[in-house]
């Protein structure tokens, strides 16, 4: 398989130097590590937000900082934890003297590495809190973890707990409104082709030419279900009915949707499945208050896409309206 | 360099060689039930904190068990890093004042109280905990309610290891990435406790080598090796 890449080893330590490189006023990288920060970091006086996870998912999760979402953001290995010593540097450095949140998406290894990390810190005397992030609703354990897996709708949890930290909130209060969050939001995704790590050079997984794969991860790990390949509006249904079933949502809310796309799905193709996602929540009686269409939460070069549903109130509201200033994302 | 610190120096290099002995061992039983890369991984990483404490300067106990700890986890990475290596670094302290039969009971405790928290794992969830805790809890009780010698201790505890290690086998797994099998894990030794028996051999190799031999001693401490890693040390 053709690849834009040099040595496969390489692939992270090149794609961090050429972050920093296109974004220089915005983010910086520790040095000797796999950590990028927000230029200013620490930000005197505010709860440091950090991220972090196996790289091939960008622009998740470097490209959330700056103002208004994270401090802080830590890249593995492709697919892979970010080791303990490096998450360790990340939420250090991301300490502005109110402490650090920890956004964890629900893996074992990252959980792990993650509170491995934190417990450290905090034998140093930082304040530490941290929230797991399990949004997908297609399957309850996977090959990365027990429990739910953490995918897109980590950003709302990235754009929420950093526009309230934005505003000087303590710990506490950041936490909740991450956890709020999580508590409020659901994904599902689809694969039409599976991802093709720089490692391995081929696809992860087999899917013929005539079927489609849903509920996949984010990691090329398999979906709940195999089926022909449907047109775009009847995958928009599955998806978004799989969501809402979980959510499990009165009419007459208002939520926010992401369309996401996985890598290697044009746009043209999300606005279509986004036209069909709202026209279904206008069925159920729900209102859209705000719809995010683009690649936020990436598999490589996977072609498929993922629809994400978070549930707002006025508080969810004003932090996700909030202004973000970020290489990937811009709020005004 | 104290003897205390010498031993313990001696005893990472020994877990780096005998992990690196049974490398393929581990990575064919992670291969029936995991990911390939225990044998890999742990293999690395020892090596690594064999190197790194070998560099250190007249280090005592408690630094040579923080450094080793701190290499596993940004060497070995995944679950098994924050697992071996996290739990060393936060035991270590125990080990502080030096290293006696009370330090090394209390060091063994939180030691097996952080793999346990860090894996939300219990007895009976086929992993490494199965070994560790019986392991832990016959060392602790020789020591205090036996009064028996440390070396002995140790040896009791390396046997109860290895119980512990066939206990994983005919049971199914309910953490760690075997559990996603489900029943088919079942009759399939764990590689974790595996590897946790061999990382207590060395260590009883090196203490022996190190303490003074009481005159009675189980034959176990002689030969501690389990059958079916005998078979494969190659």
């Given at each position: 398989m053709k690849k834009l890449i040099n040595d496969p080893d390489d692939v992270v330590d090149e794609m961090l130097d050429g972050m920093v490189a296109a974004y220089p006023d915005q983010v910086r990288r520790l040095a000797d590590t796999n950590v990028l920060v927000r230029e200013d970091a620490p930000v005197d006086g505010k709860v440091g937000i950090v991220s972090g996870g196996g790289s091939g998912h960008e622009p998740t999760h470097a490209g959330y900082l700056g103002d208004g979402m994270l401090d802080g953001a830590a890249a593995g290995e492709v697919f892979t934890s970010p080791t303990a010593d490096e998450l360790e540097e990340l939420v250090a450095a991301a300490d502005g003297g109110e402490g650090v949140l920890m956004v964890i998406k629900n893996y074992e290894g990252d959980v792990m590495?993650?509170?491995?990390?934190?417990?450290?810190?905090?034998?140093?005397?930082?304040?530490?809190?941290?929230?797991?992030?399990?949004?997908?609703?297609?399957?309850?354990?996977?090959?990365?973890t027990s429990g739910r897996r953490g995918v897109c709708g980590t950003i709302l949890v990235h754009k929420a707990a950093g526009a309230k930290a934005a505003e000087g909130a303590d710990l506490e209060e950041v936490q909740r409104v991450a956890q709020k969050v999580i508590d409020n939001v659901g994904t599902m995704g689809m694969a039409l082709t599976s991802c093709i790590t720089p490692e391995k050079?081929?696809?992860?997984?087999?899917?013929?030419?005539?079927?489609?794969?849903?509920?996949?991860?984010?990691?090329?790990?398999?979906?709940?279900?195999?089926?022909?390949?449907?047109?775009?509006d009847e995958i928009t249904e599955e998806l978004t009915e799989s969501v809402l079933d979980d959510l499990d949502l009165d009419g007459g809310r208002e939520v926010m949707t992401i369309v996401n796309g996985m890598g290697g799905t044009p746009l043209m193709e999300l606005f279509v499945v986004n036209r069909k996602l709202q026209e279904i929540l206008g069925d159920h009686g729900l209102e859209t208050w705000d719809a995010w269409v683009g690649d936020y939460m990436t598999s490589l070069d996977m072609d498929g896409c993922s629809i994400t549903v978070c549930a707002v109130d006025e508080e969810l509201k004003e932090l996700l309206g909030a202004s973000a200033d970020t290489p990937a994302l811009t709020v005004k | 360099m104290s003897e205390a610190g010498e031993a313990a120096v001696d005893a990472v290099e020994a877990v780096a060689e005998r992990i690196e002995a049974e490398r393929s061992h581990l990575t064919e039983l992670d291969s029936a039930i995991g990911d390939a890369d225990h044998g890999g991984n742990m293999a690395r990483g020892w090596a690594a904190a064999a190197e790194a404490v070998a560099e250190l300067d007249d280090p005592d106990p408690a630094t040579v068990v923080k450094t080793t700890g701190k290499t596993l986890l940004s060497e070995v990475g995944g679950a098994s890093g924050p697992l071996y290596g996290g739990s060393l670094v936060f035991a270590s302290p125990e080990l502080s004042d030096g290293l006696t039969a009370e330090s090394a009971v209390a060091f063994a405790e939180t030691y097996l109280e952080k793999v346990q928290d860090r894996g939300d794992a219990r007895v009976g969830d086929k992993t490494m905990v199965d070994a560790l805790t019986p392991a832990v809890h016959t060392f602790k009780k020789s020591i205090e309610t036996d009064d028996v010698e440390p070396i002995e201790a140790l040896s009791k505890a390396v046997a109860a290891a290895e119980r512990g290690v066939d206990f994983t086998v005919p049971i199914r797994a309910s953490k760690g990435r075997a559990s996603y099998l489900g029943w088919r894990s079942v009759g399939h030794q764990d590689p974790g406790a595996t590897s946790t028996l061999y990382i207590m051999e060395a260590l009883l190799d090196v203490a022996t080598e190190h303490v003074e031999v009481p005159d009675e001693l189980p034959d176990h401490a002689d030969s501690p090796t389990i059958p079916d890693a005998e078979a494969d040390d190659d």
């Open positions: 590495n993650f509170e491995t990390a934190g417990e450290m810190v905090e034998m140093e005397g930082t304040d530490v809190a941290q929230v797991v992030v399990d949004d997908d609703v297609a399957v309850e354990d996977s090959l990365y050079g081929e696809a992860t997984f087999d899917l013929p030419e005539d079927e489609i794969e849903l509920g996949i991860g984010i990691h090329g790990e398999p979906g709940v279900e195999r089926t022909d390949v449907m047109e775009a | -």
